[in-house]
């Protein structure tokens, strides 16, 4: 079985920084892109920022600047620095891989449980 397994979300004042991290576990021999999402209260869940096995990385236009995504290959972990948050930040926030090579298989677009940021003074 392999998951995926967010930590580090909280409530922060507007302008302060959080750092999200995901983990991905089980019998994982290689993971292709992975990203984070987030979806507020109501809305459809979006793409906050993505980064390739390569390190190529892409953001959403209201995250360029605040955020940074990087990913360690060898722990199979992923993280979001977060910085100058905004109340519009507020959002469970989502890991995603899209394609997890184990070593009995192919796994396509695995979400993990989410993790809760709050941004409010």
């Known amino acids: 079985q392999v998951q995926l397994e967010e930590s580090g979300g909280g409530l922060v004042q507007p302008g302060g920084s959080l750092r999200l991290s995901c983990a991905a576990s089980?019998?994982?021999?290689?993971?292709?892109?992975m990203g984070w999402y987030r979806q507020a209260s109501g809305k459809q869940r979006d793409v906050v920022a993505t980064?390739?096995?390569?390190?190529?990385?892409n953001y959403a236009d209201s995250v360029k600047g605040r955020f940074t995504i990087s990913r360690d290959n060898a722990k199979n972990m992923v993280y979001l620095q977060m910085n100058s948050l905004k109340p519009e930040d507020t959002a469970v926030y989502y890991c995603?891989?899209?394609?997890?090579?184990?070593?009995?298989?192919?796994?396509?677009?695995?979400w993990g449980q989410g993790t809760q940021v709050t941004v409010s003074s």
């Open positions: 980064i390739t096995r390569g390190g190529t990385t």
């Open positions: 089980g019998s994982i021999v290689s993971i292709s892109t």
């Open positions: 995603n891989a899209d394609l997890i090579r184990a070593t009995w298989g192919r796994i396509y677009d695995r």
